[in-house]
């Protein structure tokens, strides 16, 4: 009986460390099908889709400092999920918004840079993330209230998005 618990005893401290060689491969694993999980979107709920709108402000050769542009939807179809920051380091931080105005297929965003260097020329300022009716096309207008520059100055620019759902 002794002998059969030594056995026993040894077989259970052999089995944990045997298994420690498994556990990177486990995780690893987990990861990965998380992972495929989430690029398969099958967290969206039905009849949507998840897009996006790129908004472009184009200051020519003016330093753009300040914007500040209303995005709506005419249709009614989308519903905004998210804000992101542009590709410009001034911009790179998510902007300003109403969050009350989300509620109505639109959004009022807003931002300003003191950052010593400025983009100038067409530049991408913010991503508005989108949840979209399957069988609906938005009707996505855009209008710049203002840009301007370090000096508080309004600047002459231009505003204009491209939507991925027309790609």
Known sequence: MNADRRV???HHSVRPAHLWWALPTLLLTALLATAAFAQRGDDAPPGVRF???DVYVDSG??????YQFELTDSAGSIKIVGIEGGAHEAFAT????DPKALKNNRVIIAAFSTADALPTGKTRVATVHVQVDVDVIPEITINLAVAGDVQG???NAKV????????
Do not use: F, K, M, R
Not at 61 to 66: E, F, G, M, V, Y
Not at 94 to 97: S, T
């Open 8 to 10: 026993g005893t040894a």
């Open 61 to 66: 050769d003016a330093p753009l400092a300040a």
């Open 160 to 167: 204009s998005i491209v939507y991925s759902g027309q790609e």
């Open 153 to 155: 100055n309004e600047i």
């Open 51 to 53: 897009e996006y709108i």
């Open 94 to 97: 998510p902007p300003y918004y």
